[in-house]
């Protein structure tokens, strides 16, 4: 499971602060495909939102190869931006050609514009493995709260020299 070996810290309202001491300013940038998986994932984002004392936007895009343009979007004026998608194989290229340029695109987002992006976009084989990641009752992983954390962590200055 890909679960395995994920940190376990626990979240507290000082880590929706940024170094400079004023709250950080979160984007949930979320794709409207697979409503049930995506619904987990973005309860996921929010609780570890809540958890930091944050106050997320919420930004729909229509699907996840859209998601790098409404990232790019909205890290122009936030601190940390979640990216949330999933995307199921099936039987043409499709998969491989929205998991690669969505990929892509929000390292580049990252990268070109130094806001931290939460990588939570789903690539599964099946429904039920999306499912299993999205942080329902009964799932066995919560990628929605982890990209947040990921996001928030980077924008506090995790990493940073």
């Known amino acids: 499971m890909s679960g395995s070996g994920a940190p376990t810290t626990a979240i507290t309202p000082a880590d929706g602060l940024g170094p400079d ?9 979320a794709a409207q495909w697979h409503d049930t998986v995506m619904n987990g994932l973005i309860d996921g984002a929010m609780r570890l939102a809540a958890e930091a004392g944050v106050m997320p936007d919420i930004i729909r895009v229509p699907g996840s190869f859209e ?33 690669d340029g969505a990929t892509a ?6 990268l070109d514009t130094g806001i931290p992006v939460g990588f939570g976009l789903l690539t599964c084989d099946d429904e039920q493995q999306a499912l299993d990641r999205a942080g329902l009752e009964g799932s066995v992983e919560d990628k929605g709260h982890e990209a947040a954390a990921a996001a928030l962590a980077m924008a506090r200055g995790a990493g940073a020299r």
Do not use: K, N, S
């Open 21 to 29: 001491g004023r709250p950080l300013r979160l984007a949930i940038v």
């Open 105 to 110: 695109g929000l390292m580049r987002v990252m």
């Open 67 to 99: 998601l790098p343009l409404g990232v790019q979007r909205a890290a122009a004026d936030h601190d940390a931006v979640v990216a949330l998608g999933v995307v199921i194989r099936g039987g043409t290229p499709h998969f491989d050609y929205v998991c």
